[in-house]
């Protein structure tokens, strides 16, 4: 039988082999690999297996384009040809902040909305008996389930989409943040009404810092959903954006652009996240550490 993972630290008062040195709050020691390498690698990896299945022609271009095909959409993409931009009518570049704007339209009304809803589920308990099963309710839905819905509503332009963005971002955040006041520690709460403060000021100065690492939290995961929703938001009227882009690929069997989009998708989304996470360390670098 496997023992269990052991966490805390050795006798002998060193930290466990698998803390890595940063969390030890240590210097990497010198001579070992660097962080950077390992995602090279993998990536330098899977290029290579991707050459080496098209090398050997197991499949046909259709079913899988070799990196050079792709390279070569990407080329297409960013130039233009017999008057025309880049792919269906637009620059690559077009196509990808079509879908970042509708992003950041959709998470920035999560914001405004699911922000100070998840507060008030938090604060108050009769209120959080009454909503909290409705916006549980909305985060078990797929946001297929009523993207037909949204288009009836507000048409195929970009309102529906928007629409869609905003409702796979919103029970995350309001979530999150309903979280982290009910995680504020009562110590803190008992120690700043001892002093005399009232419940505003204990709400604006003991609860909202304490909420800001769980609003950041429920961001990454509330981006994270809006962009693995942007081509089912784009299928429709789409374009620009790198997901209708991708949707688009299927009329002229352009496998080559479908899997130039997904890579696309996916470094963005890498990229999204990065910065979220940078974001998270300036702004609660503190977060555990009181």
């Not at 993972?5 to 210097?27: H, I, K, M």
């Not at 899997?259 to 998270?280: K, N, P, S």
Request: aromatic letters at 12%.
């Amino acid at each position: 039988m496997t023992p269990p993972l052991q966490t805390t630290q050795a006798t002998d008062g060193r930290a466990p082999s698998w803390v890595s040195a940063r969390q030890r709050g240590q210097e990497a020691p010198k001579g070992s690999i660097p962080s950077w390498f390992y995602p090279v690698a993998a990536t330098g990896t899977v290029v290579g297996l991707w050459w080496a299945l098209t090398a050997v022609g197991i499949w046909s271009e259709l079913i899988l384009p070799s990196p050079s095909q792709v390279w070569h959409a990407f080329v297409q993409s960013i130039t233009e040809r017999d008057g025309r931009p880049g792919l269906s009518g637009y620059y690559l570049w077009e196509h990808l902040w079509a879908s970042l704007w509708r992003i950041i339209r959709g998470v920035a009304w999560a914001l405004v909305v699911g922000a100070p809803l998840g507060l008030a589920l938090g604060l108050w308990r009769p209120f959080e008996r009454f909503a909290g099963p409705i916006v549980s309710f909305l985060r078990s839905l797929p946001p297929l389930g009523y993207f037909s819905l949204l288009i009836i509503w507000f048409g195929i332009d970009d309102t529906s989409k928007v629409w869609l963005l905003f409702l796979a971002a919103f029970a995350p955040i309001s979530l999150s943040v309903a979280a982290g006041v009910a995680s504020t520690r009562i110590e803190r709460i008992n120690a700043s009404l001892v002093l005399g403060a009232n419940n505003a000021q204990v709400v604006r100065y003991v609860v909202l810092p304490s909420v800001v690492p769980d609003l950041i939290t429920g961001l990454r995961v509330a981006v994270g959903f809006a962009w693995t929703t942007i081509v089912a938001a784009e299928t429709s009227n789409g374009i620009p954006g790198i997901g209708g882009l991708a949707w688009a690929t299927k009329k002229e069997l352009r496998s080559d652009v479908a899997i130039l989009c997904v890579i696309v998708i996916g470094i963005t989304a890498v990229l999204l996240d990065y910065g979220i996470r940078q974001f998270e360390k300036k702004y609660a670098g503190w977060y555990g550490r009181l």
